[in-house]
């Protein structure tokens, strides 16, 4: 009885990461582009940044909202982060989306900033 019970738990763990990992390549397969925002703010700056930046995510992220966004924060500089605004629009512009040129232009005050339009590539198999 012991194995069958464990035969049951092994199952339900793969039938687990299986969904998950479907769903992963579904949310994966809505971005067609995406524009990456790097901060490099200055130390005495810090704390004020990290709160525009949680407050931008979440407007950004709003329901209503027609892109995603994830912040990183460096492992080695605690004062650099990177924004990734992900889109799932055809048309892409090379300077970037109003949402993004606004967010960057916002974020001067506290630092230098680098912003970068990347477009997803299609693998033929």
């Not at 479907?22 to 990290?50: C, F, G, P, Y």
């Not at 892109?67 to 992900?86: E, G, N, R, V, W």
């Not at 512009?93 to 001067?108: D, F, N, V, Y």
């Not at 506290?110 to 339009?117: D, L, N, P, Q, T």
């Amino acid at each position: 009885m012991q194995f069958l019970s464990d035969l049951q738990n092994w199952h339900d763990f793969r039938l687990y990461h299986c969904r998950r990992a479907r769903h992963v390549e579904t949310e994966r397969d809505k971005m067609k582009w995406m524009e990456i925002i790097e901060i490099q703010s200055a130390e005495n700056k810090l704390e004020v940044l990290e709160l525009q930046l949680k407050e931008c995510l979440l407007e950004i992220n709003s329901p209503e909202s027609m892109q995603t966004a994830h912040l990183f924060q460096s492992k080695t500089i605690p004062t650099d982060f990177s924004i990734h605004i992900y889109h799932n629009s055809e048309k892409i512009t090379c300077e970037g989306s109003p949402l993004g040129l606004k967010l960057a232009r916002s974020l001067k005050e506290y630092g230098m900033i680098h912003h970068s339009v990347w477009h997803e590539m299609t693998i033929d198999q």
